[in-house]
């Protein structure tokens, strides 16, 4: 290591130690023949003093420092007199007395301030300059919160006897309701991989498969019109269980929010969260995500329960799944297909909602062959679509599929939410803007042609632009 | 649940309890009136007994099951005589006497048994049917172990102060050698994202921002022709430090090592790990990763370093990077650069070895402008293709860098050789075959023309093949 320790460790215990730090000028002041300057990394900020008389060379290159130069300081540390001491830092009862600076990098003059209390520069600036934007604490601190989250909810699932198992991310067209980001595969030319809308069929032929208890934290993809606060690809916790009914998939779900907010905010959540019918939520609320927070404070769960299992499409004129197609429903509305009155068969799916956000969604999937296939037909999917989509789900629930049930909640609003942050790009390392593009390594961006006559493509909008 | 108990817990404690199991039907023995079956789930076998005199109802549907039904079975824990006890599973001392059978639902006779002993079907039809294959112990196994080994590494990471991090999947080329994966954006017409051959630029960022210490198990995508063992999606523990040394990877990566192969293996690996100059190797084995085992046995670790910095493409007439362009090399070779001795330059790059394989590569990287705009000019990248290519890099680089270092481990491998496997193949629930598709879901696949216009693409081979 080239420290010996971090800018937010020392203190009045350390008195007289010689140590090395190593971080970024995050503030300088000369007073005479004094200079001072804070150390700062993302353990915290030290106060360094350089004194010509203790090291006159360390002085002198203290003069040239800017700000986010990149230094490396050995000193003795010093327990400063009380009248000069900072109550407000760790480190704020000691100064460390330079003997040597090293410059490590030296920095041009940066594009903003490093600084949580800066005037906040454009959001474009900000992702252009991400690494500079992430310097500052409030932007540290949401990704480390973001980590810390991650790493409860595994802790927690892990003690519950869940597997984490990765699916596969060149995949095969899901039908989640968005358009798909297609890859042209070079191998199989003229045919395509798309990137999952999510693990669905991948998580249920798990259960199928045996796993009983699955999770993933796991990156997924929508190709939309970028709206609000959408990003192309966003994460989310997904999980699936085998042989479990509604009740069980609450129980955990409140458990392990009880251990996520007593983590993360030091809250004591009250379990089981309320829980309202899709009905009782549009006739009170007009909302199927209500807040029903009686104050703006706190934080509010509530269970979104007994949605329709088909929307009418006006436009189209026929019917679609208001969850999604592998969404089971109540045994007793199971009458209504008979006298085809389908908007009265109530799905049981569930989604979860926090403070008027829906944070979570799931419901208990269909395993039996014959009900799957009657739902593709009233969806309009007919026999032969239905077996190019999804036919290896079908024929998996041919060999012993067992009644299955699952959730996803997503990560990205929660850690928003969490922090009390306006977008999820404020929780995301690097974001995509609302055009969907990186602004900080440009991309998307051209590609040499030769790469796309490898994979047998023509881009057409491309050769108009350059025509 | 719809179960009290999993088919691996009871035992002698249980006796004369009710309960109530679900799983598959694992094998059926008719005994006169008598119909033994043994019911599997993935916590193991439980062995039940129909007696017509218990229930007629559940004896005679008994009669019904095959091979891999789904059942819910209720009885009564018996204790087996001794002569009956089956001292090879952990329920052997007790049988569940049924007093209810429900078929949750039928399966076909499966395409291969589901029996580790059985003979091992081909891998086609392995892959195909991956949600039976996924059934038998030895499968499901490695992917419980390669949970495991996450969770493991995850733990040890945590503790050692890092902070994990997800990276951008839609993003730009990054030059690790290997062709990309393209992924043509809708929104920015003409436009590509890549998807990454690894998170190596942006785990640079994460240093220059001040992040520390970062990690993050991600997968990462390579468009090769597939060879011998090599999968286009494939998961690596990618990881980053600021101000270290190649003794702190190296420490890092021997307890992380040690904690893994004791939790896992229930092995003390002795640390430190022997290390080998790259020359070493190349004139004792004839290898950059010799597997210094002195007999097939056991586990042996090896770090490989003094790797040269450059080498020389003879076809191409030019000098590439041996390892990648972000590396550093010795200071004392520096002044091999002056007299143009490219060859003599050791790099600062390491590779860990397991048993011959290469586990795991990384190096001190770059840090200053300067240095890196030389690097690409010596491997023959001009300052505008660098710009264009990297230029996010070497702003970046203008701010304040510190010195940093990494290193990535191959996961898929890493499970493998823990488990004594052949092939990556058998560590990923749904890996791909050696052409690059995907057996279960057949992907990739064709897609809608109307999809490919929105895309604003046209692919030649599809019209070709169709014309």
Redesign the interface.
Known sequence: ???THTCGELNKTYKDQEVTL?G?VHKRRDHGKLIFIDI????GITQVVFVPSVSKDAHALAQQLGP???V?ITGKVNVRPDKNANPDVPTGDIELCATALEI?????V?VFEIDSNAAEPSEELRLT???????KQKV?NA??V??QL??CM?EFL?KENF???????????TPEGA?????????????????PQSPQ??KQ??M?????RYYQIV?C?R?E??RADRQ??F?QLDMEM????EE?IFDLTERLFQKIFKEIKGIDLPIPFPRMTHQEAMAKYKSDKPDIRTTKEGFSFLWVVDFPLFKYNTEEKRWESEHHPFTSFREEDAKFFETNELDKIRSRSYDLVLNGNEIGSGSIRI??QDVQKKIFDIIGLNEQEAQKRF??LLK????????HAGVAYGVDRLVTILLGLESIRDV???P?TQ????L????????DPK??K?????????EE?NG
């Open positions: 290591m080239l420290r190593c970024w700062r990394d993302r353990y986010e130069f990149v490396r490590l990098n030296p920095s041009e940066p300059y991400r690494y500079l934007d992430i310097r540290l990704l480390v973001r980590h991650c790493a595994r892990n597997t984490e198992v990765e699916t596969p991310v060149l995949t095969k067209s358009r798909d980001f297609l890859v042209p595969s070079r191998l199989n030319p003229g045919m395509f991989f798309a990137l069929l991948f032929l798990l199928v498969s045996g796993l009983d990156k993809f190709d019109d970028l192309p690809e994460t085998s042989f479990v009914q069980d395993h039996k036919g290896f998996a629930f041919r060999y012993g599929a067992p009644p995301i390392a690097f995509k055009k969907g593009s990186c900080l390594a440009e991309a998307p961006s051209d590609v790469q796309l490898e994979l047998g493509i023509i881009s057409i909008k491309k632009s």
